[in-house]
């Protein structure tokens, strides 16, 4: 998880009383998932062919191990990210479909394997004379051991939560009003310090640039003096690391 219960009972000033750690602890989650979708980026039927000598993705029948184009970013490496927001990165993550041009049928292919860090996956057979193509989403910043600013995000989010249906309420005893300042009640100025946090997080990660979900067109071009067996071949000038 990017965050812990006893950060938000920390920043949000939530006793045992106000809500129990399993109640926290969904807020949390929620607040990951939230977070997530607004940093990843999605990549449908990116099509497997040589990046460089040393993610030559060769399908040759002897080769398992296949890399994403897109482990590099703006600013560093990229990361393999939570496609089905589940709080968890693991092989459902992504999904490797397979072309075979002499049936002209397409099926799925089992995954054994994902490397997070380097973004590759491991086939459990190693295929020949078909084409594959991969859906998944990448992060610019490390899911498994999150920064400090990614972790108050969660924490300042997931502590606004606590706050829905109840800030801003005016509260009276007897004939004494008690309504929120010009700042508003405390889950709207720690919602408003989450967003402060968010964008110096796509600053230092990507450079506030958030979501593209397809491949450019640009990427899938006739290629110019060497075309590929299904009549096409790639842009290996891409702009597009």
């Known amino acids: 998880m990017w965050a812990f219960v006893a950060d938000v009972r920390r920043i949000a000033g939530i006793t045992t009383t106000d809500y ?8 949390v989650e929620s607040a990951q998932k939230e977070i997530n979708s607004k940093l990843i980026t ?3 039927r990116e099509p497997v062919y040589f990046i460089d000598e040393y993610r030559s993705n060769k399908i040759n029948g002897t080769n398992t191990t296949f890399f ?3 482990w590099r970013g703006n600013i560093g490496t990229n990361f393999i990210a939570d496609f089905n927001y589940d709080n968890n990165i693991d092989t459902t993550d992504l999904r490797v479909t397979q072309y075979d041009p002499n049936t002209q049928l397409e099926s799925d292919v089992t995954i054994t394997s994902i490397d997070i860090t380097n973004c590759s996956f491991t086939l459990t057979t ?13 992060i610019p910043l490390d899911p498994v051991v999150p920064t400090g600013i ?10 606004s939560y606590t706050f829905i249906g109840t800030d801003g309420f005016i509260m009276q005893f007897g004939n004494v009003k008690i309504q929120p300042g010009q700042s508003g009640g405390k889950g709207k100025q ?6 402060e946090l968010f964008k110096l997080l796509q600053i230092n990660s990507n450079g506030g640039a958030v979501v593209g ?11 110019q003096g060497r075309i590929n067996r299904y009549g096409w071949g790639y842009n290996l000038n891409s702009p597009i690391p």
């Open 126 to 138: 190693a295929p020949s004379n078909v084409q594959l193509y991969v859906s998944y989403a990448y």
């Open 68 to 70: 994403l184009k897109h």
């Open 213 to 223: 979900e397809m491949v450019s067109i640009d990427d899938v071009l006739p290629y």
């Open 150 to 159: 990614l972790k108050q995000c969660v924490s300042y989010l997931a502590g």
């Open 20 to 27: 129990t750690d399993a109640e926290l602890q969904d807020f």
């Open 42 to 44: 999605k990549v449908v």
């Open 190 to 195: 720690l919602y408003e310090k989450y967003q």
